[in-house]
C-alpha cells in the first residue's frame, strides 16, 4: 500500500513562502508522477503542479507559475517539494500529496490536473495566507 506523507503546511503572511514536502513509501510503479493538488473551501479541486519520474518535466497551473517551484530530492526520488514563494490569500487551502502511474509522456501533459489520473492522495496539509 503506497503511502503519501505531507509535511510543511502553515500560517504565513501574504508574500511569505513555505516548502511543503511529500514522501512517497512503498511505491513500485517504474513511471510515476507525484504532485500537489489543493482545495479551498468553496471552490474545486486544482490541480498545483507535479513531476515526472520519467523525463523530469514538471507542470504548473497557471495561477502558480513563476511563484511556485516543484522539485524532487536527488537522494530519494519518491520525496518530491513544492517551493511556494509570494504567497497569496487565494493561495489558502488544504494542499493535497497526490500519485500516480505516467502511461506516456504526451498522455499525462494532456491529463497531469485530473483528480482521475491520480491513485494515491496524501491526507492534506493546511496552507493559510493571512496577515
Known amino acids: 500500500q503506497v503511502q503519501l506523507v505531507e509535511s510543511g503546511g502553515g500560517l504565513v503572511q501574504p508574500g511569505g513562502s513555505l516548502r511543503l514536502s511529500c514522501a512517497a513509501s512503498?511505491?513500485?510503479?517504474?513511471?510515476?508522477?507525484i504532485g500537489w493538488f489543493r482545495q479551498a473551501p468553496g471552490k474545486e479541486r486544482e490541480g498545483v503542479s507535479s513531476?515526472?519520474?520519467?523525463?523530469?518535466?514538471?507542470?504548473y497551473a497557471d495561477s502558480v507559475k513563476g511563484r511556485f517551484t516543484i522539485s524532487r530530492d536527488n537522494a530519494n526520488k519518491n520525496t518530491v517539494y513544492l517551493q511556494m514563494n509570494s504567497l497569496k490569500p487565494e493561495d489558502t487551502a488544504v494542499y493535497y500529496c497526490v500519485a500516480g502511474p505516467v502511461l506516456s509522456s504526451s498522455w499525462y501533459s494532456t491529463h497531469w490536473s485530473e483528480g482521475g489520473t491520480y491513485d494515491y492522495w496524501g491526507q492534506g496539509t493546511q496552507v493559510t495566507v493571512s496577515s
Open positions: 513531476i515526472s519520474s520519467s523525463d523530469g518535466s514538471t507542470y
Open positions: 512503498r511505491f513500485t510503479l517504474r513511471y510515476y508522477a
